[in-house]
Structures are given as C-alpha cells and as structure tokens.
C-alpha cells in the first residue's frame, strides 16, 4: 500500500489524541477551579461597555477583550489542554497574538468616523451577549455535563464572538484583526466535529453572521474614534 493510499485509509478521529470523555472532563475540572474569575470578567465586561455607551470610553473595552484571548494562554492552552494536545502551544501563541493586536488596534485607531449598519449593531450587541451569557448553556443544549460550560475568558471559544461583537459595534474592518478568529473557528470547529459533539456548527455560524455584518450590510450612521 503506498503512502497516500495508507494516508487516506485513516480518519480525523484517527489523529485525535484524546477522547471526547477525557476532553470534557478535563473542561470541567479547569473550569471548576476558575469560574470566579470568569464571573468577574463578565461583571467588569458590562461595566466597560455601560462606560463607553455613556462616556465614550473605549479603552477599557480593548483592554479587558484582550484579555479574553490572552487569559486562556497559561490558563488553558498551556496549564491545561497541552497535557493532551501537543498543539496546544501553538493555539496558544495564536491567542496571545490576538491579544497583542488588538491593543495594537486601539493604540493605532482608523482615522474618521466608523460608519456602522444599525443592523450590523444589533448583531454586534446580540453576539457579545452569547458570548456573555448564553454560552455557558451550550453545554447543556448539547447533552454535555453542566460544569463543563465554556465561560468566557477562561475557554477560547467565547472570545472570538466577544471581539467580533465588539467589531460589530465600533465598525473595525481591519482584515487582519479578524484573521485568528477565523483561524481558530476552523480550528475549534474540526476538533468539535472529529469528537461528534452536535454544536460544532456554533462558531462557524457566529463567525458567519459577523462577516456579513461587518462587510456586506450597508452602512449608515457613524461613531467617532
């Protein structure tokens, strides 16, 4: 049998170096040691964005959605997950990429006015609040135990419609601040899909419909930087 021929005889579950019972298992003693802080991020969270709706202040928003991509770093990615997943270190330098570049973003804004569809704002606010609150039911909705929730800024799923909502919200087209989300939807969604788990069209979709928010409404009404 050739090499091909041998390589294609094989499966993605094949190369999967876990069970999905041994995956949610180590999900829910992770999280169940850390769900205060999670809870704590959700709190500050809402409280930066009811700042920035009054104030216009919007630097504690980019602040603390960096550090939903960055806090899975040594939390999971590494503490966790590389116990399991020898690609594990390169997710992780993934997410605290996308950290990086979105302070990098706030630091360096677009000049002028964002110009954002009401539709498209709609969408934005509907996509931070399934990252917020709606996630955590996931589990649940998927047969799974519920401690094994994904809780924002502990597992990496939530973060990616967190920053696209916020994108959403401000108008940020920049290509490449959405390129590791989308690297990571196809990521998340193939691991997902290769353990049989029934959500694993979630991300992709969210992606889907912040994409189309994002660069194919029209745009009307604008927010200053």
């Given at each position: 049998m050739s090499f091909w021929e041998t390589l294609q005889s094989y499966e993605l579950a094949d190369f999967l170096?876990?069970?999905?019972?041994?995956?949610?298992?180590?999900?829910?003693?992770?999280?169940?040691?850390?769900?205060?802080?999670?809870?704590?991020?959700?709190?500050?969270?809402?409280?930066?964005?009811?700042?920035?709706?009054?104030?216009?202040?919007?630097?504690p928003v980019w602040g603390l959605l960096a550090a939903a991509s960055v806090m899975p770093v040594p939390l999971f990615?590494?503490?966790?997950?590389?116990?399991?997943?020898?690609?594990a270190p390169a997710f992780a330098t993934l997410f605290a990429l996308q950290g990086a570049l979105l302070l990098i973003a706030r630091a360096h804004p677009v000049k002028g006015p964002a110009h954002v569809s009401p539709i498209g704002a709609w969408g934005g606010a509907a996509l931070m609040i399934v990252a917020l609150v709606l996630y955590p039911v996931v589990a649940m909705l998927a047969g799974r135990a519920p401690a094994a929730f994904e809780a924002v800024a502990l597992m990496p799923d939530p973060a990616v419609p967190l920053t696209l909502g916020w994108f959403l919200l401000v108008g940020e087209r920049r290509l490449l601040l959405w390129v590791i989300p989308f690297l990571w939807v196809v990521i998340s969604a193939g691991i997902l899909h290769t353990m049989g788990e029934p959500d694993y069209w979630l991300l992709p979709v969210l992606f889907l419909l912040a994409a189309v928010g994002a660069f194919l409404l029209p745009r009307s009404g604008a927010i200053k930087n």
């Open positions: 170096m876990f069970s999905p019972a041994v995956y949610f298992r180590m999900v829910e003693a992770y999280v169940g040691s850390w769900w205060p802080l999670a809870l704590a991020f959700v709190l500050g969270f809402s409280g930066t964005l009811w700042l920035w709706y009054q104030k216009g202040q919007d630097l990615f590494l503490g966790r997950y590389a116990e399991i997943m020898t690609a």
